[in-house]
């Protein structure tokens, strides 16, 4: 079955306290790996996309990485400003133009 | 702000009531989508448009119709619907021809409540 899951659900960390969020897939025919950022009562926000394995993005405070089974997203030295819901979405399976989103990561940074 | 824009950003409709919701994307996109968006869940696919043509339909119920009247304009229209249909109706688009290889853009959403 193609899914993707994330993990934690929630993660809370201290201001400046490096962590990892996991996006795993068993998506059949991976064409794209997706991260989002959401705030609450808004629309996702694109952050990245990878689409091989080995590859890496980075903006500011974030990278993210891609194997052949999962994505990482780390946030290095996070801000208050980095809270916000993160979701994963794997573009692949066997209709076009569907991707298939985790249920993502509540981050919660406090200072 | 986004450049994808929905209005309105709140409706409240009764079952028998007849509202549209609207989305305009000025980026020169050719796929626009809508997506349902329950509390705490991911976004859920409702449909895909590639050139003003519905290239997906994941087995919506028909109480939701989408039109295409032009390649920014994205509407979906809503009738009777029921009150477990409130949720978070998210609008995107993307470069691409509906295939979602390149990143979706999201506008803010309509949060549709149903009494």
């Not at chain 1, 993660?11 to 705030?39: A, I, M």
């Not at chain 2, 976004?43 to 920014?72: A, D, G, Q, T």
Request: aromatic content about 10%; glycine content about 8%.
């Amino acid at each position: 079955e193609d899914q993707v899951t994330q993990s934690p659900e929630a993660l809370r960390l201290q201001e400046g306290e490096s962590s990892s969020l996991n996006c795993s897939y068993t998506v059949s025919g991976l064409r794209g790996l997706f991260w989002y950022r959401q705030d609450p009562g808004k629309g996702p926000e694109f952050l990245f996309t990878l689409y091989s394995a080995g590859e890496e993005k980075e903006k500011e405070r974030l990278k993210a990485t891609l194997t052949k089974k999962e994505s990482f997203l780390h946030i290095t030295a996070p801000k208050p400003e980095d809270s916000a819901t993160y979701l994963c979405a794997a573009l692949g399976g066997s209709t076009l133009g569907r991707l298939y989103f985790g249920r993502g990561t509540q981050l919660t940074v406090w200072p | 702000d986004t450049e994808v824009t929905q209005t309105p950003k709140h409706l409240v409709m009764g079952m028998t009531n007849k509202k549209s919701l609207k989305c305009e994307q000025h980026m020169g996109h050719r796929a626009m989508y809508w997506y349902k968006q329950k509390a705490k869940k991911p976004p859920e696919l409702m449909f895909v448009y590639s050139y003003e043509k519905l290239s997906i339909n994941e087995s919506v119920p028909s109480r939701f119709s989408p039109e295409c009247p032009n390649s920014s304009l994205l509407n979906l229209h809503l009738h009777a619907l029921q009150p477990e249909d409130s949720a978070l109706y998210l609008c995107a688009s993307s470069q691409d021809d509906g295939t979602a290889n390149s990143p979706l853009h999201f506008g803010n959403g309509t949060r549709l409540t149903v009494t």
